[in-house]
């Protein structure tokens, strides 16, 4: 079956992370990919592991973010019957089912210390021992490793062992954000665009306007390609008419009129970045303004200082209104208004 997530990109940054992995694909030693999320670590997992001489043995794919503490280790190295409450039988850990192929080990830094101490053993020596047991058992894994965290970092704190980072950090794989992408979220929205067509038997693909391709070049993409994919998805399955561009995009399918109070964003949302952009941007223009002085026109006054604030927004945001709104924390239609009043309604589209 063939995966809904692919490699596509054009710009340096990524195609050199990609020819990286390529590269240290064929060596038998461990692999630490950095990358923000949604930036495709563990596609670079599966690079590694096919294209290596590893390609017909199992690729075992573990995320230590998703398990309570006091499993990883059980989960990792596997346990005996009676070895703790529960353990009815004797279970197999990842590490002996990935044996002869690929562990992946995706958000390492969620890793406590006991799991750090048992996991340096099994890469130095290639033994595990199961929870309760007492002889150790040899497995022939190789080790890729993925984290969004600062792992030299994390060792100066304490939180991450040095000789384990030592031992995997063979090779590091920094992918770059979608936003360092020069010219990616064309190529990635038109895929992304295209394959939802089908999805939904659109007789063809009528492709972006302008305006919308604007709009997803000027935006920040702190999710990166996961959260792009999302917005085209859902940008194509709202649109109505299939022989008609789309030009209406959703960055933030929680904004309602009707939302709750305090919970219109959901946490990984970043909207709430785009309104402290506003802020930011508020406060820098009132530092770039001179003091206050006595005036005979209040509401002169008031709508000279709101047209500064406008004119600047939309130059840090390249003109494009939509960006612009979110960074002043207004709605589209409330920042046009604010256009129209102050006679800037042409500037950006």
Known sequence: MERADQFIGQSLAFLDAVERASRAAPLNRPVLVIGERGTGKELIA?????LSSRWAGPLIIM????????????????HEAGSFTGAAKTRHGRFEE??????FLDELGTLSMPAQDRLLRAVEYGEITRIGASKPISVDVRIVAATNENLPAQVDKGKFRADLLDRLSFEVITLPPLRARQGDVPLLAEHFG????VELDWPNWPGFTSRAMQELEAYPWHGNVRELRNVIERAVYRHEDPERAVDEIVFNPFHSPWAPSGAEVAPHVPAPAAANE???LVA??????PAVAATNDF??????????LLEEALRRNRFNQRATAAALNLSYDQLRHALKRHKLQDSGA
């Open 194 to 197: 295209r394959r939802m067509a």
């Open 278 to 280: 506003g802020e930011e």
């Open 63 to 78: 995320n230590c973010a998703a398990l309570p503490e006091n499993l990883i280790e059980a989960e990792l190295f596997g």
């Open 98 to 103: 990935a044996d002869g192929g690929t562990l």
């Open 299 to 308: 509401r002169a006054a008031v709508a000279d200082y709101e047209r500064q």
């Open 46 to 50: 599966e690079r590694l592991h096919h």
């Open 284 to 289: 820098q223009v009132a530092a770039a303004s």
